[in-house]
């Protein structure tokens, strides 16, 4: 009836546009990353360099530390995010008054830009400004500096993500618990299993799927975290903050090093996809087979 | 066992509820003081309305070229999008071309990669290599507007692909045998039915964009720069203009929640890109 060639002219502009801002992003920075360039140094042209841009990437202690601080970062969130998510979305299965305007406002950080979020967040913790620092003095004595204590800059920016994306983790949780079939449940209360046992032995494997998606989006959406923490401690104080992709716009973009700045963002691409693979081969394509 | 007490769950979720929203508040209780008020004991409860740090941003000719540059960019960038997205959805599902399945996961991946990743060789790019003379697309609108298709674009064609395979083919092959054009068929009888579907898609692709952050500071100087890369510029070491920035972060923060009123729940499907249903 009508040829693919119509299809193909359609699909162009997409291809096109992806092409050229998605793709040879890549294959030019790949390309530059085997160069030693900067434009502004005494010798500004490209100079093929073999691997050397790559060689200072596996030794640099700072982008290892960041990589370190990414990966504690993104582990206390994601199960913190997990737990909180899940006992909401239980706290959400019986009926009470109000549950539509509750789960609104549950879903309200969402919608926020992250940058937003960092800028609330910064002006509730910012001495004399913010209110956390004052309850906290007078409540228990302790002295929140974000400014100056590592441990009180990370443990900040993990609650502000709960803060944001808990909801997330809820909203997709209740959906899971309202479409449970309610008859192996009725079962185990006449089998006479307790809560434990049913949380344990029914609830959990049949909501697994929702909860390894789930997992999986958050873990993908944390590894990419910068504007919220870099507008609230900049990376610092020192770089305990300093997660993966806040160490690529803080040190490596505004450095002149295009060369080293482009191996740096080939790995970091090629560690998330690794990451990507490693979660799908370990935790989604097991569950595809048994199914 | 389970009817007992459904007051307990709602005081339960007034907690919930009062975290959830008290940050927000205490961004509206900054941007209604005035300076000298900052650094005294913070009181929770505002106790008169300073309107001047609103004012200041409005009058603000540098901040208000950022809001256009905003609006222009996500506007242009959101019905880029959809518009785009459309055409290849429709592509995808009406035609039977090698490989769709593998292009249209493809386009998925484009979304996958950090944004981080992307600022060097964006900068490069545009600076280097796509450039006509003197005219290169750094700190353009219609540059910004093409480099937001790299995460916008991929979630359109997600998102409008089950709209658009929902409609029934039969309609098309109607009026094929009524002679109409392909053009016709597109803009006349499955444009409509997608309506609803193109409506959330323009809405959620405009509040990313409006949303974006890091490509915005880092491909814009100050042609092209928007709302959010303003607020960052108001954070400085030597030191902030709280009130300012509290007010930018509200004037930020209205469209989002205006569009939060009109799609609320396509949100979660949105973020989770369809792989929960929300």
């Not at chain 1, 989006?217 to 944390?222: H, N, P, S, V």
């Not at chain 2, 600076?127 to 991929?154: H, K």
């Not at chain 2, 609320?264 to 929960?276: D, E, M, P, S, Y």
Request: proline share 6%; aromatic share 14%; glycine share 6%.
């Amino acid at each position: 009836m009508h040829s693919t060639k119509l299809g193909w002219l359609l699909l162009a502009p997409t291809l096109l546009v992806l092409f050229f801002f998605g793709v040879l992003p890549f294959i030019y920075v790949l390309y530059v990353s085997f160069h030693q360039w900067n434009p502004f140094a005494v010798n500004p042209d490209m100079v093929f360099n073999w691997a050397e841009n790559y060689r200072r990437v596996v030794f640099d202690a700072q982008f290892l530390a960041s990589l370190g601080v990414t990966a504690a970062f993104v582990f206390f969130a994601v199960i913190s995010e997990l737990i909180l998510g899940y006992m909401l979305a239980q706290a959400f299965m019986k009926d009470f008054p109000g549950k539509a305007i509750f789960r609104t406002i549950h879903t309200l950080p969402l919608i926020m830009a992250p940058i937003i979020v960092g800028s609330i967040w910064k002006l509730m913790t910012t001495p004399s400004i913010g209110i956390l620092p004052n309850l906290l003095d007078n409540w228990f004595g302790y002295d929140l500096n974000i400014g100056q204590s590592a441990i009180a800059a990370f443990v900040t920016t993990v609650i502000m993500d709960i803060w944001h994306w808990t909801p997330l983790v809820t909203l997709t949780l209740i959906a899971a618990l309202v479409s449970l079939p309610p008859d192996p449940f009725e079962q185990a209360q006449i089998d006479g299993a307790n809560k434990r046992q049913i949380f344990w032995h029914i609830t959990l494997p049949m909501i697994r799927p929702a909860i390894l998606a789930t997992v999986f989006i958050r873990l993908m959406d944390a590894l990419r975290t910068v504007d919220e923490v870099l507008m609230l401690t900049g990376g610092g104080p020192g770089s305990a903050t300093r997660y993966v992709g806040v160490h690529i716009f803080k040190e490596v973009f505004p450095r002149t090093n295009y060369g080293y700045g482009s191996a740096i963002s080939v790995v970091v691409l090629y560690l998330t996809i690794v990451a990507c693979w490693l979660l799908y081969v370990g935790l989604i394509a097991p569950r595809n087979k048994k199914a | 066992m389970r009817k007992n007490r459904p007051w307990l769950y709602s005081l339960f979720w007034i907690v919930v509820s009062f975290l959830t929203l008290f940050p927000i508040y205490w961004l509206f209780v900054i941007s209604v003081k005035p300076a000298v008020d900052l650094f005294s004991t913070p009181d929770i409860l505002i106790k008169s309305f300073y309107w001047q740090n609103y004012i200041d941003v409005l009058n603000d000719r540098t901040l208000r070229g950022y809001m256009v540059n905003s609006l222009v960019i996500s506007t242009g960038n959101a019905v880029l999008c959809t518009v785009l997205g459309f055409f290849a959805c429709y592509a995808l599902s009406r035609f039977d071309m090698g490989g769709k399945e593998s292009i249209f996961f493809w386009t998925i991946t484009n979304r996958m990669a950090p944004p981080a990743v992307f600022l060097l060789p964006l900068f490069l790019l545009m600076t280097q290599v796509y450039r006509i003379g003197d005219f290169s697309l750094l700190d353009t609108r219609i540059g910004m507007i093409l480099v937001y298709c790299t995460f916008n674009l991929p979630f359109a064609i997600w998102t409008l692909r089950p709209t658009v395979d929902g409609i029934p083919k039969e309609l098309d092959e109607a009026a094929y045998v009524d002679g109409a054009s392909p053009w016709k068929v597109i803009t006349e009888v499955v444009l409509p039915l997608a309506r609803p579907g193109l409506a959330v898609t323009l809405i959620l692709t405009w509040v990313f964009a409006w949303n974006e952050y890091l490509l915005a500071a880092t491909l814009t100087n100050f042609n092209a720069r928007t709302l959010t890369t303003g607020l960052s510029e108001y954070v400085t070491t030597t030191g902030t203009e709280w009130g300012i920035m509290a007010a930018i972060s509200v004037f930020t923060l209205i469209p989002a929640l205006i569009v939060f009123g009109l799609v609320q729940k396509h949100i979660v499907a949105g973020l989770t890109f369809g792989a929960v249903k929300g």
